[in-house]
Structure formats: structure tokens, C-alpha cells
């Protein structure tokens, strides 16, 4: 569950850092990649259910034809 403060955080660090995700979750603190990653999918659901809710500026961004991205090393896949 996200509280208001981790919320408001992750609006700021979106505004800043577009869909970056390691960037919003370095910025947000107590989130991990994997939860900020959801949270963007869920608030972009959120915002074109109700357009009225704080942080609906950021629509633009979450359509953006920019994928998500992250800056750590990469995921290491197996076939197991």
C-alpha cells in the first residue's frame, strides 16, 4: 500500500524523471523497481477512470510512446 507522502513522491519523481523507473524508485525510497513499475500501471488506469484526481497532468507522460525503462543491470532470464 502506498501512503499519500510515497504517492506524492512518485508523482514528483514521474515529473522529473519520466518512466524511469530505477530513477522513481531511487527517488521515491521505499518502493522497489517491481512496485513503482505497478503503481505506474495502476495510476495510469486511475487517471483515465477519473481525469479529476491529483497528478492527472502526468497522462501525457504515461501515454508517451517512451517505454519504461530502468538503469540497473538487466534481469538475467533461465529456462527453468
Known amino acids: 500500500m502506498w501512503d499519500i507522502e510515497e504517492h506524492r ?3 514528483d ?3 522529473k524523471y519520466g518512466k524511469s ?3 522513481i524508485a ?3 525510497g521505499t518502493k522497489s523497481e517491481y512496485q ?7 495510476f495510469k488506469t486511475n487517471i483515465q477512470r ?6 492527472a497532468d502526468l497522462l501525457p507522460i504515461l501515454l508517451s510512446d517512451e ?4 538503469c540497473g543491470p538487466k534481469p538475467i532470464f533461465t529456462d527453468e
Not at 513503482?36 to 495502476?42: D, M, T, V
Not at 477519473?50 to 497528478?55: A, L, Q, T
Open 67 to 70: 517505454r519504461m525503462y530502468h
Open 13 to 15: 519523481a514521474l515529473r
Open 21 to 23: 523507473i530505477s530513477e
Open 50 to 55: 477519473d481525469p479529476s484526481i491529483e497528478g
Open 36 to 42: 513503482c513499475r505497478n503503481h505506474i500501471a495502476s
Open 26 to 28: 531511487a527517488f521515491v
Open 9 to 11: 513522491r512518485f508523482l
